[in-house]
């Protein structure tokens, strides 16, 4: 971003690729949008909840109570009968916005100081008969990176609480925000699909729920 934040991460699994779009906040650097290359794609209201969701089948519209928007299914995926997809662009914040137009046609577009950059982070992915989605799979490193990246935002925060509030006995019962507690959730999603020891598994899920 102008500010100096970071926008947008990549990182590269054994077999996918995961972009990640921050917002542009220094000591939160919340996650707005989760790309991965197997199909499944997540984008979030400032607030942390679901915007939208996509996986290889289709995908739906939430509004920010978490009430279904438009749901559709991807046109070569379905047979017969299927909600068809509209044109969606949603706009993450001033700089980063999202144009859905196919399974293979989602791209993230970046605007800042007069110039763009734009990612196309669709995919063909196709389902087989009797078969589940692709479980998302990462290396090690990857997993311990994005355990500790939580772990240290969740530190931020509480030290945020301490400052605020330093005579307070309650700031560190506080529960750590809504956005954090689904990043934490979708890690130790992604340890259940990856091919680690139980040992690293357990040691990402103290990480992130120290």
């Known amino acids: ?78 047979r017969g009968p299927h909600a068809p997809l509209s044109p969606i662009f949603v706009s993450l914040n001033c700089h980063v916005g999202v144009r859905i137009l196919a399974q293979d046609k ?14 196309n982070m669709g995919t063909k992915v196709q389902v087989v008969a009797g078969s589940q989605p692709p479980p998302a799979r990462l290396g090690e490193d990857e997993l311990l ?26 700031w560190n019962k506080i529960q750590p925000p809504m956005y954090l507690m689904t990043q934490a959730v979708k890690i130790l999603e992604l340890c259940v699909a990856a091919d680690i020891s139980d040992e690293l598994r357990s040691s990402i899920k103290a990480i992130v729920n120290a």
């Open 1 to 78: 971003y102008p500010s100096g934040n970071l926008a947008i991460v990549i990182i590269r699994g054994r077999d996918q690729l995961i972009c990640i779009v921050q917002e542009d906040e220094l000591k939160t650097t919340k996650i707005r949008a989760l790309f991965q290359s197997d199909g499944r794609s997540t984008c979030y209201y400032p607030n942390g909840a679901e915007w939208i969701n996509m996986s290889i089948q289709g995908g739906q519209y939430l509004d920010q109570a978490g009430n279904r928007v438009r749901r559709w299914m991807w046109p070569d995926l379905s």
């Open 106 to 119: 989602i791209f993230v577009s970046f605007l800042a100081k007069g110039r763009q950059a734009k990612f």
């Open 145 to 170: 990176l994005l355990a500790f990246r939580v772990r240290i935002l969740q530190l931020f925060d509480r030290m945020r609480g301490c400052i605020n509030f330093p005579s307070s006995e309650q």
